[in-house]
């Protein structure tokens, strides 16, 4: 039986969604509706800059490149579509940046 993942949005109007642990999460964050956009999908424009609560891999290191650019001093700030592998439940806001 598999493990589920929750992916909830506070201060939004966006229900959670579950996925199955060790999933792709930007491929969920599209095919359900969630407040995460998605531009290049390769960790570079920035669009999908989020603040992340919970226990998940840290980033790459182009990933972390991307990170000190876009939002200096934020330590939950994470690029979606480079969150590849979810094992525990998360919240995420969107960030600007």
Same mark, same amino acid.
């Given at each position: 039986?598999?493990?589920? &993942? ?33 531009? &290049? ?6 669009? &999908? ?31 979606? &579509? ?16």
């Amino acid at each position: 039986m598999p493990d589920f &993942c929750k992916i909830s949005f506070p201060e939004s109007d966006f229900t959670p969604i579950t996925l199955e642990c060790h999933q792709s999460l930007s491929e969920h964050l599209t095919i359900h509706n969630s407040p995460v956009l998605f531009g &290049c999908r390769t960790g570079i424009c920035g669009t &999908c800059l989020v603040e992340v609560i919970g226990d998940i891999p840290p980033p790459q290191p182009d990933e972390q490149e991307m990170l000190e650019t876009l939002a200096t001093n934020h330590p939950h700030a994470r690029l979606a &579509c480079q969150i590849d592998d979810v094992t525990v439940n998360i919240e995420i806001r969107r960030l600007k940046g």
